[in-house]
């Protein structure tokens, strides 16, 4: 079974430049997951999907960051314009559905960028 | 707010050595607690969960924790390290969202501690 794909792996941008990344979650997977992990801390839930809806986007800041699952697959996630706190790792995670006590979520690999 | 402490940020132990990494959680209710591993690189995995039953639970790769209520904590053990242990250590809680919020919960993460192992 393919894991959850992300692209690009590495990204360096300046600040105030804009950035998109990209997940492609397991198959069949409902509930699509962004975190954001500053080097040092922990993962950080920015947004979460079920299908094509939006779950919980509480600690997405939307004045810079963007997320969207148009057709409930697939997701991308913009920053525009970027700025030097935003340099983390970004990782996507999928799951069959909602519900810690019944659904494992799947991370992927992530993807590290580089604000300068 | 639900929280997670990790006390080590790094833990340097010998191969062969036994582990055990520290785990405190602040919640109201029972938790729903998780560890997780991150190799370098890498996406996380789950090496295990508790949601309620026995307090001993075990995971993959030969790892187990604890729940102790009283303590707050949920500690991983594991009792001979091999060298592919290497690798930076989670524990989550899983933090329940009000209906506003849209159900459900969601994986409160702490800082993590960073395992190297000695030949």
């Known amino acids: 079974e393919a894991g959850v794909a992300q692209s690009p792996r590495y990204k360096i941008i300046e600040k105030r430049q804009s950035v998109a990344f990209w997940c492609n979650p397991i198959s069949g997977h409902a509930t699509l997951y962004w975190y954001q992990q500053i080097l040092g801390q922990g993962p950080k839930l920015l947004i979460q999907?079920?299908?094509?809806?939006?779950?919980?986007d509480s600690q997405l800041p939307k004045d810079r960051f963007s997320a969207e699952r148009l057709k409930g697959v697939d997701s991308t996630l913009k920053i525009q314009p970027a700025k030097l706190e935003d340099s983390a790792v970004y990782l996507c995670?999928?799951?069959?559905?909602?519900?810690?006590?019944?659904?494992?979520?799947?991370f992927g690999p992530g993807t590290r960028l580089t604000v300068t | 707010a639900q929280s997670v402490t990790q006390p080590d940020i790094h833990i340097t132990v010998s191969e062969g050595a036994s582990l055990e990494l520290r785990c405190n959680y602040s919640y109201g209710a029972t938790p729903y607690l998780f560890w997780y591993v991150q190799s370098p690189g890498q996406g996380l995995q789950l090496l295990l969960k508790y949601f309620s039953g026995d307090t001993l639970v075990q995971g993959i790769k030969g790892f187990e924790a604890e729940f102790k209520r009283s303590q707050s904590s949920f500690n991983l053990r594991k009792p001979s390290v091999h060298w592919s242990d290497a690798a930076e250590y989670f524990c989550a809680v899983g933090a329940k969202r009000t209906s506003i919020q849209g159900g459900s919960e969601k994986l409160v993460f702490g800082k993590g501690t960073k395992l190297t192992v000695n030949p």
């Open positions: 999907f079920q299908n094509n809806g939006v779950v919980d």
């Open positions: 995670a999928s799951s069959v559905g909602l519900g810690l006590a019944y659904y494992e979520q799947y």
